[in-house]
């Protein structure tokens, strides 16, 4: 008689579609990717904290013999030498950040609730005129989108940044497809005959089941947001974003590169938190939730 092939056991339960070595490499593989894909942050980490004698070494070293915390000090010196202080452009890039985030979900996910699960006259040809949307860069219509913000009144203003981030088409293309994939219509339709409004369906039922698609849509939306330098919509100094603002000080040489690499890490780190928030609401959401017909 054969001998049977013994079962792997992890956790109580039978494994049956890997090899222990199998996993190993898995294991191995995601590590030096990981690593990889760390490797950037950690020596833009890093660069903040050499002196300059270690910042302009040749070639350049993933450590640092003398670490100090001198750069981030000329930073905040410079930035409490600005004209405009530095929390004004700080402020402006809130705003910015967090209603055009807000309002490009909430459009998004609206437009494509209605694209995926309701049923009117020229549904099909409105989607694909937003997949062909997609294959513009924003670049291409600037000069239209500074018309119609200065026939509204809004160059200018932080409105001239934060409304044409609303009509992101790769949001609601996101937003759509995830709908199309994990809303159940038997759900909807149960909820309906139960007597519920749309929106009520919308935002207790559609929405906790895409929550990973909006979440993504967040990270994305914000970090392109807060990242929003130099535009041809505002003029005012008072007004203009703190990536500008930063840029100003990475525009003074070699006497400022110090501070413009403390810069980098400080315009990393919030988009870093958002993420990592974030991305583990969205782990927690795929692991925990779903539903099937």
Do not use: C
Not at 32 to 51: D, S
């Amino acid at each position: 008689m054969a001998k049977e092939k013994k079962l792997r056991v992890r956790k109580h339960a039978v494994v049956l579609n890997r090899s222990a070595g199998g996993d190993a490499s898995i294991f191995f593989f995601l590590t030096i990717m990981g690593i990889f894909m760390f490797l950037p942050m950690y020596y833009t980490v890093i660069q903040a904290l050499k002196p300059l004698d270690e910042l302009w070494a040749f070639p350049p070293k993933f450590y640092v013999t003398s670490p100090t915390l001198k750069n981030f000090k000329d930073l905040f010196r410079l930035m409490n030498t600005s004209w405009v202080p530095f929390s004004r452009y700080l402020f402006n890039t809130v705003i910015i950040s967090a209603a055009g985030t807000f309002g490009n979900l909430a459009l998004s996910s609206l437009a494509a609730y209605v694209l995926s699960k309701m049923k009117f006259p020229g549904k099909r040809g409105m989607f694909k005129l937003i997949e062909t949307s997609l294959m513009f860069n924003a670049v291409a219509g600037s000069i239209a989108n500074f018309i119609i913000m200065s026939a509204l009144g809004w160059v200018d203003t932080l409105w001239a940044i934060i409304v044409p981030a609303w009509g992101s088409t790769l949001g609601l293309y996101l937003m759509k497809q995830f709908m199309d994939s994990s809303v159940s219509d038997a759900v909807l339709e149960s909820a309906r005959l139960d007597g519920a409004k749309e929106l009520y369906i919308f935002w207790k039922i559609a929405m906790p089941m895409v929550k990973p698609a909006w979440l993504t849509l967040i990270v994305y939306s914000f970090q392109g947001l807060w990242n929003t330098g130099s535009t041809i919509y505002i003029y005012s100094e008072q007004k203009k974003t703190f990536s500008y603002a930063i840029g100003q000080i990475l525009a003074g040489g070699i006497v400022r590169a110090g501070a413009g690499a403390a810069s980098t890490v400080v315009m990393m780190l919030v988009p870093i938190i958002v993420f990592i928030i974030s991305q583990s609401r969205i782990l927690e959401t795929m692991a925990t939730s779903g539903m099937k017909d």
